[in-house]
C-alpha cells in the first residue's frame, strides 16, 4: 500500500484547506485511515480515524469542531477539510492505514502500517 499526501501550503489564519491522501496498490489490505499532525518541537498527533467499512469518523477533541475527515472509496482517497485555521495548525500532516484489527484506540502511531510522506501546513497569523 502506498499513500501520497498531498494539498498543503501557506494560508493566513482564519482561511480554510484541504488536504488529500491517496492509496493505492493492495488498497483492499486497508481497514482504517488515519491523519495525524507534527508540529514544530510537538509529538505527532492523531486527529481523526475512519473505519473504511464502516463509514465511522473519530475525531480529537483539539480539532473535532473545525476539521472535517471525509473519503471517497471510488478514487481510494481520504480528504482533511481544516477550517478556521489558526497559526497553532502549523504542522506537517500525515495520513496513515491500518490494517488487520486497529490496535488499541488507533491513536497511537504504531497502529498504523502504512504512511505517506507528509504535507507541509503553514499558517500565517
Known amino acids: 500500500v502506498q499513500l501520497q499526501a498531498s494539498g498543503g501550503g501557506l494560508v493566513q489564519a482564519g482561511e480554510s484547506l484541504t488536504l488529500s491522501c491517496k492509496a493505492s496498490?493492495?488498497?483492499?489490505?486497508?481497514?482504517?485511515m488515519a491523519w495525524f499532525r507534527q508540529g514544530p518541537g510537538k509529538e505527532r498527533e492523531i486527529l481523526g480515524i475512519i473505519g473504511m467499512s464502516s463509514g465511522s469518523i473519530r475525531y480529537a477533541d483539539s480539532i473535532k469542531d473545525r476539521f472535517v475527515i471525509t473519503e471517497d472509496s471510488a478514487e481510494n482517497t481520504m480528504a482533511l477539510q481544516m477550517n478556521s485555521l489558526k497559526p497553532e495548525d502549523t504542522a506537517e500532516y500525515l495520513c496513515a492505514a491500518s490494517r488487520g484489527l486497529l490496535i488499541g484506540d488507533g491513536s497511537k502511531e504504531y497502529a498504523y502500517a502504512f504512511w505517506g510522506q507528509g504535507t507541509l501546513v503553514t499558517v500565517s497569523s
Open positions: 496498490g493492495s488498497v483492499d489490505l486497508i481497514t482504517n
